[in-house]
């Protein structure tokens, strides 16, 4: 089924999944619109790459229903990329293999700032060097969803602020919605429209704060990093217990 609205992308409703008969998600609902960001945060085992998935149309509802823009378009940038270091692979033929054109993929690099690097080999990367390049693959083609699994890893903190104001320009530049997953589980992207806390369900969800609100981060990251780095506040209503259920909270209870 497709969205009748124009900016609407897709629309998740109480969306479940199992696998191998254990419950991965359940009851997800939520909306992605064009040029709006969207952070996924929460623990390890969460299902948050399972969620990315069931966006992407990768992985099938087991409940539920996702509806999706006609021709919806994705650029994705992988949590890990395994690469065979006694293989030589320069940058250039690393984006031309993404069936993207060369005048597609030297745009790309171009608006990343990054166009130096078409000549380096993969291998010879810095962390930050990496993402950019595969950033720019995953914008070679103006995705109209760009999807990005925790590409902060291996990325130091003024990379991170870098990485992050320049996903925010192309999220301008583009006119496309953004989806990051995040490792962290309280310092977000500050541009973000919408962070969702998943534990299996959506434990809360909310809008981020500036870190100038916070001056403990404004005393470590600076005032340059607060344009682009925010604090997410949870606001559960309750807790897991060791079987990953959720149990209602009593006055005493806390959470990260």
Sequence with gaps: MTTTTSSLLLSLHDIGVQLNRKEVLRNISFDIQRGEIT???GPNGAGKSTLLKVITQLQRPSTGKLEVA????????????????????KVSRFLSLARCSREEYKSALALLGITHLGARQMHNLSGGELQRVLLARAIARKPDVLVLDEPLQGVDVAGQVELYGMIAGLRETIGCAVVLVSHDLHLVMAQTDL???????????????SVSQHPEYLNLFGE??????????????????????????????HHD
Excluded at 76 to 84: D, E, G, H
Excluded at 200 to 209: A, N, R, S, T, V
Excluded at 233 to 245: I, M, Q, R, S, V
Aim: charged share 15%.
């Design 39 to 41: 952070t996924i945060i």
């Design 224 to 253: 340059q990093a607060a344009k682009n780095i925010a604090v997410y506040t949870h606001k559960h209503d309750h807790h897991h217990d060791l079987a990953g259920e959720a149990v209602s909270c009593s006055d005493d209870c």
């Design 70 to 89: 006609k021709s919806l378009t994705y650029g994705y940038v992988p949590q890990k990329l395994s690469l065979v270091y006694s293989m030589p692979l």
């Design 195 to 209: 962070v969702i806390c998943l534990n299996q369900h959506m434990c809360c969800y909310g809008k981020p704060e």
